[in-house]
């Protein structure tokens, strides 16, 4: 059962065409639930599993959905990141995050990522870089499976490991890089540890020689509604220079916080 029920205009609809209505009903539904799979696409639609699919293929071919390389499932593509069709929650959350976002980065001249937790996955949203010759790239618009990245362990440190264990049910996680982590236990160990400490990182999980310290934001009712990570290559990312990073990231949050609670109450996570 998804959730969210489309809404139908009850006015007089007396040129519909059926394959337009139905990509469109597509988008709407991936809009309002988030990524799904193409048997439950095709239930919705009341079509087969091949048509669905069908239909899938040629909103990929023009940008309007992606599928993700993992889970599989189908989410918004590309072109509504360009177009910046986003949630009220994510428009409040970049206005909020980003002065902060931008001071963190010419502060440590390295590149902060501003992301969101998206069912198993993270995306990121902004961000802003260093100018450094060696450096990590913003990755604005791309989806990762949150286990894998400092911003996907914070803010799913912030569930229960129920929670948790339903959203990889799978014992064994696929991987990305020879770092990233194997299986559920050692995540639910991860996540302890994130608890714990008030942060999360990333020793090249998502990308070989890439690492990152992530901290969550919350919105005025004290729920994580994003994280922001420093994000920079393994080789500066020595004890002596988390010692140095970490107060002032989580001063960053802490600011971030501040200004989502004078701008009003995003989504919750």
Known sequence: MLRYM????????????GSVDKALTVLRLLRDNG???????GNELGTARSTAHRLLGTLMHHGFVEQDRLTRAYRLG??????????KSI?????AAMPTVENLAAEF???????????????????ASGNRPLKTSVRTGSMLPAYATAGGKALLAELDNDTVAALYPKKRLATITGHTVQTQSTLL????RARRDGYSINDG????????????????????????????????????NIRVMLPRLLAAAKTVNRELASAGQPEKV
């Open 205 to 240: 999980e998502s990308e070989d020689g890439i690492g990152a310290l992530a901290v969550a934001v919350r919105g005025p009712d004290g729920n994580a509604v994003g994280a922001i990570a420093l994000s920079l290559p393994l080789v500066r990312m020595k004890p002596e």
């Open 189 to 192: 160990e991860q996540l302890a």
């Open 91 to 95: 428009v409040l959350l970049r206005a």
């Open 78 to 87: 590309p072109f509504f990141t360009r177009q910046g069709v986003e949630s």
């Open 6 to 17: 489309i809404t139908v205009d009850p006015g007089p609809t007396p040129y519909l065409i």
């Open 35 to 41: 990524p799904l799979g193409v048997s439950e696409l």
């Open 109 to 127: 001249d390295e590149t902060v990522q501003l992301s969101v937790l998206e069912g198993a996955n993270i995306r990121f949203i902004d961000g």
